[in-house]
């Protein structure tokens, strides 16, 4: 029996969250390394520290990982999975435990690292392999491959400056789709690009995965992970909470979003951004078929009238997947904070979804420049959604489709 | 079953050493970080290289009209034009290279929080833009010397090379150290032009070594850039014969800074991709 390729023991993550960097993920200065020293001597005669903020975003984390499996790690935002991710790819080292890797590794936390906007798509090519790890030999026999797979072959001579999106990220995902490592560490790269791309980039994982190889694929994306992770392990608050077979940590995380979502939304403690406006509540108001509204409530502590703000309420089915994102910038419109607390309406005049149940995200954010995050709940709340009768006929819509559309046959008269 | 030919350990607090295996494996990357700066470097200007030629020899007669003809600062036996480019051409590849080195490991902040490969290669490559530049400035020097019809000593000819590496060893060594400075502290930024600025009056660049006292002369060898530009100016402008001592002395320095830039590059280089 081989041994396991991954073999991850007792693994933390501690990083110091002082708090001045809460906002601006702020570099120090070195008035504050100088107000440190000044602070060493009066530590020492008082006899106790003054306490920095310790934050675990990895708590004794335990697995390993086979040859040729192919595992997903899931879990909410925060829970640790990137954190995880940069130490296999031995970005960040950890703070305790060890992990043992057996093989040549390629990790892709994002497609396009290096690339610069500068250089032409062929030179770029060229870079972008040999920061992956590959040779200059085997970047040149794949060379028309990679080509070839990204579709831009017009504008190989052009400064990537000048590509749309999509054609960067062909372009860089080709390039990493043509490593080839024994063991393939995978950020959600794959949720860029159109539809067709991403399908395009999901079979090229799965092929890789039949050549033997080993994959780690970390994902919002539950579908993505059902459809190509054998095993998976599900992340919370830094620990395990479950591993195994995909189906059954799929069902555990959808658990843990439903009960996760019966509590109150003041109460919740998963979220992210620097918290200075948190949402309060959510309340269904009641509504006409069809339709829903909803209040939000908010808690502003600044003190201060916030004049633009960015909101967001995302709807996403219980795989992860997200329906619809309602965000008020794409309609212009512009909301204020009170410098308390207050109320923000959300009229969707029709939901045209099949019935079933759904998961809310909340999100805020000033709408300036600095684009401050104030807060992010992931499935903050979860709401019934009940079009049995949305066409007014008594008879049920096909269960198996999602959306719901306004539409009438004619024919032409005989 | 498939051969297993790596295994890697992933722990806290390694040991602070270089791994020269490794960085071999890497070596490729080294010589595309170099060939990436460069190519970025000339792309979308008019005249390209020309600007490597251009500035050092504006700066020279700027030089000459202020600190010779104004200042009436003396060069000995040879022409203070030919006298300062001496200087300013490893003043030069000095002051850009420490820059280049004390910025690049936050210019690629991009990277280094997104992929593995040793991070010395960074800095390491950052020395070499320079070199490029040095090269192309070395043929207006070639140039000046026909003009004012010198014929450089063979010894100084022999001495380029040798005092290139000197000048990218120190470039290198106090570069790093800033530069995994800059990573926590940004005030570093502004710091570095600065120091190249005094550096300036610090290295005899723009006035001879004779201009100081005698006995305070071994001090100015504390900085080894100051040993390469007199040496060059006694090997190719037959100013004296080259002291031996002084650039000993240099050369020693030279190696502290470099022993001093790397543990410190060493010891904070696995929090990078934490703070950068």
């Not at chain 2, 060594?173 to 502004?190: C, E, H, P, Q």
Request: with cysteine; proline share 3%.
């Amino acid at each position: 029996m081989s041994q396991p390729v991954i073999e991850v023991k007792k693994l933390s993550k501690m990083y110091h969250i002082g708090h001045e960097r809460k906002g601006m993920k702020g570099t120090a200065t070195f008035r504050d390394a100088l107000l440190g020293v000044a602070k060493k001597p009066i530590e020492l005669l008082t006899g106790h520290r003054l306490k920095k903020e310790e934050f675990w975003a990895l708590k004794d984390i335990n697995f390993n990982i086979n040859q040729g499996d192919i595992v997903g790690i899931i879990g909410k935002n925060g829970s640790g999975k990137s954190t995880l991710l940069k130490i296999l790819s031995r970005i960040v080292e950890p703070t305790k435990g060890e992990v043992i890797i057996r093989g040549k590794v390629a990790s892709l936390l994002e497609v396009g690292t290096g690339f610069h906007p500068e250089l032409t798509g062929r030179e770029n090519i060229l870079l972008n392999g040999a920061i992956l790890g590959m040779k200059k030999r085997e970047v040149r026999g794949k060379f028309d491959e990679i080509v070839a797979f990204s579709e831009v072959e017009k504008f190989l001579d052009t400064p990537v400056k000048f590509y749309s999106s999509g054609m960067y990220v062909r372009l860089a995902f080709a390039v990493a789709a043509h490593l080839e490592p024994e063991i393939l560490i995978v950020d959600e790269v794959l949720a860029v690009g159109d539809a067709a791309f991403q399908k395009k980039s999901l079979s090229k994982m799965s092929s890789v995965a039949r050549e033997g190889r080993t994959v780690l694929f970390v994902s919002h994306n539950i579908s993505a992970v059902q459809n190509l992770c054998t095993r998976a392990i599900l992340l919370r608050d830094g620990s395990i909470q479950a591993e195994g077979p995909t189906p059954v940590v799929v069902r555990k995380y959808a658990e843990s979003i439903a009960a996760a979502a019966e509590q109150p939304l003041k109460e919740r403690k998963d979220r992210q951004g620097n918290g200075k406006v948190i949402f309060t509540d959510c309340q269904s108001l009641s509504s006409p078929r069809r339709a829903l509204k909803l209040k939000l409530s908010y808690l502003n502590t600044t003190g201060k009238n916030i004049d633009d703000i960015k909101i967001s309420v995302a709807i996403k089915d219980q795989r992860g997947e997200t329906m619809a994102n309602l965000t008020n910038t794409v309609l212009d419109q512009r909301i204020e904070l009170d410098k308390k607390e207050g109320g923000i309406y959300l009229n969707i005049e029709e939901v045209n979804l099949a019935s079933g149940e759904y998961y809310l995200d909340f999100f805020l954010a000033s709408d300036d420049q600095n684009s401050e995050i104030f807060d992010l709940v992931e499935g903050g709340a979860r709401i019934e959604i009940d079009n049995r009768d949305f066409y007014d006929t008594e008879k049920q819509p096909p269960t198996s489709a999602i959306a719901l559309f306004d539409f009438t046959y004619h024919q032409d008269k005989a | 079953m498939r051969l297993i030919f790596m295994e890697i350990v992933i722990q806290p607090k390694k040991k602070v050493r270089i791994d020269w295996k490794e960085l071999w494996n890497y070596r490729e990357l080294f010589y595309y970080f170099t060939w990436r700066d460069i190519k970025v470097r000339y792309k979308q200007t008019l005249i390209g290289a020309g600007w490597a030629i251009i500035q050092p020899f504006a700066t020279m007669v700027v030089f000459t009209l202020f600190f010779n003809k104004v200042a009436g600062i003396k060069s000995g036996a040879v022409p203070y034009a030919i006298f300062s480019y001496t200087g300013l051409l490893f003043w030069n590849y000095f002051a850009s290279a420490f820059g280049q080195v004390s910025n690049s490991l936050v210019g690629n902040q991009g990277v280094i929080t997104k992929i593995y490969f040793p991070r010395i290669i960074i800095p390491a490559s950052a020395t070499l833009l320079g070199v490029v530049d040095f090269f192309f400035a070395s043929v207006v020097f070639a140039g000046l010397t026909i003009y004012y019809h010198i014929t450089p000593g063979l010894e100084g000819l022999l001495m380029i090379i040798p005092m290139l590496v000197l000048s990218i060893i120190t470039a290198l060594g106090t570069g790093i150290f800033f530069a995994s400075l800059n990573v926590k502290y940004r005030d570093v930024r502004a710091i570095v032009p600065f120091i190249i600025q005094i550096g300036l009056f610090l290295t005899p660049v723009i006035y001879p070594v004779s201009l100081i006292p005698h006995k305070y002369q071994w001090l100015l060898s504390l900085n080894p850039m100051s040993s390469v530009i007199n040496t060059m100016r006694s090997g190719l402008l037959h100013q004296g014969s080259i002291n031996w001592a002084q650039l000993g002395i240099s050369v020693l320095s030279a190696c502290v800074f470099l022993w001093i830039g790397l543990t410190y590059f060493k010891r904070t280089e696995r929090q990078f991709a934490d703070i950068i």
